[in-house]
């Protein structure tokens, strides 16, 4: 259930896309202030957010999935950005430090596949931030918007989601609790609505924000022997 390239874009460049795009990276800031000397990578339609590494990060692209379709960018300089099977990234074990999915979880055929390959090329001592849009939001309410296609999620869900992928939930954040309505004195007050949410722990945000960490020794079931009958 994935949402055209074409139509990200445009959602993006409209007024009601820029106050996301800034809601979500103020979310990302907090956790990633800075990625000096890091390998980043973006999964998804990530390009509005990868802006915050790019200047500092080692190297720093972006992995758009087939299903989806690619966009230059950015747009002015070299290339950063190309088209990829999300189950076969074009990466060898441990390539990355930094690891950021937006429209990818919820947009993904196989969610889980997509994580065990982002947790085969992620190092071990990386990270991964994955931008979600939450089940109880008013932003999945609406097919307006990127964040009402595909599959909304629960915290619960996300938790379990990350753990059967070998992923550690290590922190925790909400970003647009304003409402998606296109209106001049609503989008002015996005900052206000953001603190006020925040502050009373409103759980109607439009996105979680979670931040994981690869297990890198998982625990291996064991498996119980079944009695043998001898006759």
């Given at each position: 259930m994935t949402i055209d390239v074409v139509d990200l874009r445009e959602f993006y460049s409209r007024r009601l896309g820029i106050v996301a795009r800034q809601m979500i990276n103020r979310g990302i800031h907090e956790r990633w202030p800075n990625a000096e000397g890091q390998r980043v990578l973006g999964i998804g339609y990530?390009?509005?957010?990868?802006?915050?590494?790019?200047?500092?990060?080692?190297?720093?692209?972006?992995?758009?999935?087939?299903?989806?379709?690619v966009l230059k960018w950015p747009t002015s300089r070299p290339c950063?950005?190309?088209?990829?099977?999300e189950f076969s990234l074009p990466l060898p074990d441990a390539a990355v430090d930094r690891i950021l999915l937006v429209h990818a979880l919820e947009m993904s055929d196989d969610p889980a596949g997509l994580l065990?390959?982002?947790?085969?090329?992620l190092a071990p001592s990386g990270r991964m931030m994955a931008i979600i849009p939450n089940r109880r939001g008013v932003w999945t309410r609406t097919d307006k918007t990127p964040f009402g296609h595909g599959r909304p999620y629960s915290r619960s869900q996300i938790t379990e989601l990350l753990r059967q992928t070998w992923f550690t939930p290590s922190a925790w954040s909400e970003?647009?609790?304003?409402?998606?309505?296109?209106?001049?004195?609503i989008l002015r007050s996005a900052v206000a609505w953001e603190r006020l949410?925040?502050?009373?722990?409103?759980?109607?945000?439009?996105?979680?924000?979670?931040?994981?960490?690869?297990?890198?020794?998982?625990?291996?079931?064991?498996?119980?022997?079944?009695?043998?009958?001898?006759?």
């Open positions: 990530p390009t509005p957010y990868l802006g915050l590494f790019r200047e500092d990060a080692e190297r720093c692209i972006a992995f758009m999935p087939a299903a989806q379709g950063l950005s190309t088209l990829v099977d065990r390959e982002v947790w085969r090329i970003a647009l609790f304003v409402p998606p309505i296109d209106g001049g004195w949410s925040a502050a009373i722990s409103s759980p109607f945000a439009g996105v979680h924000i979670v931040e994981a960490t690869k297990q890198v020794y998982r625990a291996i079931p064991a498996r119980r022997q079944r009695p043998r009958l001898i006759p």
